[in-house]
């Protein structure tokens, strides 16, 4: 998975296992990591891959997470998913799928 975190920021490349959990806190800089104190979650990643690809999940393991998804017209797979909470916003563009 290729993140960019902001448009100014070079992309950064971050290799997931399914068999692993990915720590939302990995997604922020290491910078801004210090300034604070949020406890932000864990997600499966067989269930992050599911909501990318358009899948619904159980969210029911995950703190008052909600998810939105955003289609076009000629696309199976959702061009934006976002994951929300009370902490934070976790916005996904899905670009190009690479088979």
Not at 52 to 59: A, N, Q, T, W
Not at 75 to 98: A, F, G
Request: aromatic fraction near 8%.
């Amino acid at each position: 998975m290729s993140i960019g975190k902001n448009y100014l920021l070079p992309e950064e490349e971050l290799l997931l296992d399914i068999k692993d959990d990915l720590n939302v806190n990995k997604l922020i800089s290491k910078k801004n990591q210090n300034k604070t104190d949020l406890q932000l979650d864990i997600l499966n990643t067989g269930d992050l891959i599911k909501l990318i690809l358009g899948y619904e999940i159980d969210l029911s393991s995950y703190n008052n997470l909600e998810v939105f998804r955003e289609f076009n017209e000629d696309q199976v797979l959702p061009t934006r998913v976002k994951l929300k909470n009370s902490e934070y916003e976790l916005i996904i563009l899905n670009k190009k799928i690479y088979e």
